[in-house]
């Protein structure tokens, strides 16, 4: 299974991007994706996640990007988008995209790096102020 992210850039705060992942290989149902981002001498950080439940799906953001993004996709076919609006510089980083399979996570462990099976290579995100 490969995921692919992309839609990074350069722009300037204020503006808007929006990332793209989507899964390949083998056929998979996610329980979960999420965007996680990931700054120079940081630790990987969780932006925003979807969790399917049944037929209810629940979406997660960071505090500090809720009401400013949005992530939006299908566990039918495996991608998720975030939209970004409002970017600032501190949203400067490697985003990337991860996949829950395994297990169906409780909404607390969307935030854990660990629990994702599967790992996208990452899009650079870069605003300028």
């Known amino acids: 299974v490969q995921l692919q992210a992309s839609g990074g850039g350069l722009v300037q705060a204020g503006d808007s991007l929006r990332l793209s992942c989507a899964a390949s290989?083998?056929?998979?149902?996610?329980?979960?994706m999420a965007w996680f981002r990931q700054a120079p001498g940081k630790e990987r950080e969780f932006v925003a996640a979807?969790?399917?439940?049944?037929?209810?799906?629940?979406?997660h953001y960071l505090d500090s990007v809720s009401g400013r993004f949005t992530i939006s996709g299908s566990n039918v076919e495996n991608t998720i988008d975030l939209q970004m609006n409002n970017l600032k510089p501190e949203d400067t980083a490697v985003y990337y995209c991860?996949?829950?399979?395994?297990?169906?996570?409780?909404?607390?462990?969307?935030?854990?790096?660990?629990?994702?099976?599967?790992w996208g290579q990452g899009t650079q995100v870069t605003v300028s102020s």
């Open positions: 991860g996949a829950v399979v395994r297990v169906r996570p409780i909404v607390s462990a969307l935030r854990t790096v660990s629990l994702y099976d599967y």
């Open positions: 979807m969790r399917w439940n049944g037929g209810n799906v629940g979406r």
């Open positions: 290989g083998r056929t998979f149902r996610a329980n979960a």
